[in-house]
């Protein structure tokens, strides 16, 4: 899938020579998700906090004290099997999935960014053979200069 998006990046990076800037893999990210994607990403990165936990832990005993007060009244009494059915089921049915697609997006944008990674070093490599062909060029041209000449401009510049 990141395929796609590669050449959005390559063309981004010819127009504005950007080199290796990771917020242009970013925004290129960014702009392939959907309005699924970015509700799965949102709710995924709020689960995925201790305030989450503590708001589990305040709905569960705020539930057990107003049954608990009930007393005969309550809709759930004691051992609270409502509570634990409901909470098993919502992160069962619904967060486990959810927190897969957020796996998923996450991995595609590290494929993106491992891509826009190859292509820079795609780039350095061929940079530096030409940098290593030149330098094999100049010490050609060098040695077969007559090594008094050599030794005359070095004196020159001294």
């Known amino acids: 899938m990141p395929h796609k998006h590669l050449d959005l990046l390559r063309h ?3 127009i504005f020579g950007v080199a290796n800037n990771r917020s242009w893999v970013n925004q290129v990210h960014h702009d392939s998700l959907s ?3 970015k509700i799965a990403r949102f709710i995924s ?10 708001g589990l832990a305040a709905i569960m005993f705020i539930w057990g004290i107003i049954n608990i007060l009930l007393g005969k009244r ?8 409502f509570l634990f059915f ?3 089921g919502i992160m069962q049915s619904l ?6 697609v ?20 795609q780039e350095n490599v061929a940079r530096l053979e ?29």
């Open 45 to 54: 990165r709020r689960v995925g906090t201790m305030w989450f936990c503590y």
């Open 130 to 158: 030409r940098i290593e062909q030149s330098i094999k060029t100049l010490i050609e041209q060098s040695q077969k200069q007559p090594r008094k000449r050599v030794k005359a401009e070095s004196e020159g510049i001294a």
């Open 12 to 14: 981004r990076r010819e």
């Open 35 to 37: 309005l699924n994607d």
């Open 102 to 121: 957020a796996q998923n997006l996450d991995t595609r944008h590290a494929e993106l960014r491992a891509e826009s990674d190859h292509l820079i070093n």
């Open 95 to 100: 967060l486990m999935p959810l927190i897969m």
């Open 86 to 88: 409901c909470l098993g």
């Open 74 to 81: 309550a809709f759930d009494a004691y051992p609270f099997s």
